[in-house]
């Protein structure tokens, strides 16, 4: 495994985990409920996990939100999706969102390798 | 059923192939192509019809583009999708993208009960 | 009072109310507890009501989101905001979200004004 | 001429005028230096106005501003912007913007006809 | 004050300082007119400055304008805004723009804090 | 020519054209025709090409996609568009798109420099 994917992998996460703790520390009521719900959201339902991440995965594409594509890119690959159910959501994202959307596809790809590597080790 | 309600879906449709064969006809290589990628992308592939028809719902639901909400709320009523799984993705699109949003699910829940009572007659 | 001014607020209302009610009743979880957010957010706190209004009434200007314009011009004039402190509120989402906030400038004009007919019968 | 290419044109202009009026005599200092600069920018420059009127189109085409799309679209008729160039201005902003561009390059495609049989008249 | 704080304002102010110092030098007149307004737009009026500079902290939350919640962090602190006022602000900003706002958050979060320490020097 | 300028695009493009390597390697047929359209879209038609770069340019300028406007800014520099066009393009640009376009104005004036520079050597 590279140092380099490890890398990118785990400074998003511990990033993230850090900024998040101190937010929700902050005990803003109405954020805090957002995050709560976010986790909601994506619990299984009519519709299974897998499928929910997806949504997510393109969601965050058409918006151009790296941060959130990697989010979801990670429990897309913890929830066992395969490489080519990702491409095709990416493809649909670039297709609705435009080819404004593909200096996002690159680092979406990237982040992708990086899972896979990291997960090689 | 509500005359109102065939009347939305009908004249949503009317519209939409009206102006398609305009555009289509004027032969412009870029657009025509696009359109023709549009059809190839929802098509089954590593995903199912149905799961793309809720990746393009999704997308259309953040993006705040009615007509677009409205097309695929109509290729996921033929697909099968239930209405729970149709608020299911809405509701991910409303925390995704915001309580900006929720005027364009108040359309897309109006729509979706034109093509319930529609298929009723 | 014009005709017309009356119906341009009661028919944005009813519509929304209709519609509201019909969305809450389908009891999705994530949906009713994000417009139960919604409610809260703008509730008095460090911030009082009046500049909160304020807040929500810009950032749907920039999101160019007529009806959410519409929703907080109205709860802003019930707060007694003043038609000029609403202009500068308008001019500063203009500036900061572009020209293309115009058209939505024009309705949002359009509908104070229709607010204000109302108010005098 | 047909009734209604007429009316398209000619409603979209009385209203864009009357709310133009009507904020400007409102006298916000911000927003009416803003649409003096709007008036400023697309004169001819380093780049004429034909081609300005044009990164206008496109520029109104990708943020999926009907409004925008269609001023800019009568700017570019006035100049004598032919049909195809139109046609690939708007290819690159489908392109660019995505599918969900489509809805208004429907709406733009019937506003560019109203605009060539007024013309005829 | 840790010396990481202290450079990611540091950082900022100058890299905004130097450029700004070059666009305005290359003295194209639209350009410098849009810096001109910016300045006028947040000066007291009918609303007062520390009204204003929360409209645009929304504003730019909402857009997700990483730089432009920066820019407006830094006029809150400089006037005497507390941090509850802001967090109600970003929450309202969060609720509005969705849980795609939230990376943005977390780097307004930091940039806060940043603010707070090298004041504390 | 400062080390500086010469790293910022050679950097870009090189990660770019890696990216882009793998992105196509990975023969996903809508993403593949997607960068095929692009590459057509900006050929020259009844617009050249100098013209179809700076639609691509004040496009990607509003649409705030940094990456975009990098590379839409090189094919100007190649196609010998001069730095007032480019000006005027970025002015309509910022007028159109906002404020919050002026971060991303940033970025791209100083990449224009280092285009410029690089030529210099």
Redesign the interface.
């Known amino acids: 495994m590279s140092e380099n994917s490890q890398n990118q992998v785990e400074s998003f996460n511990a ?2 985990a850090k ?2 703790d ?2 929700l520390g ?1 005990k ?4 805090n ?3 709560n ?2 986790t ?3 619990a299984a ?3 299974d996990v897998k ?2 991440e ?3 995965l ?11 594509v990697k989010y979801h890119l990670e429990s897309c690959f913890n929830e066992g999706v ?4 990702v ?17 996002h ?3 979406a ?2 982040f992708w ?1 990086a899972l896979e590597e990291n997960a090689v080790k």
């Open positions: 990033y993230r900024m998040n101190k937010i902050d803003n009521k109405i954020i409920r957002i995050f719900l976010d909601n959201a994506f339902g009519a519709l499928t929910k997806l949504l997510g393109v969601a965050s594409t058409v918006l151009r939100c790296d941060d959130c395969t490489k080519e159910e491409m095709e959501t990416l493809s649909i994202g670039t297709l609705v969102g435009g080819t404004i959307v593909i200096p596809l690159r680092r790809y990237e390798e």
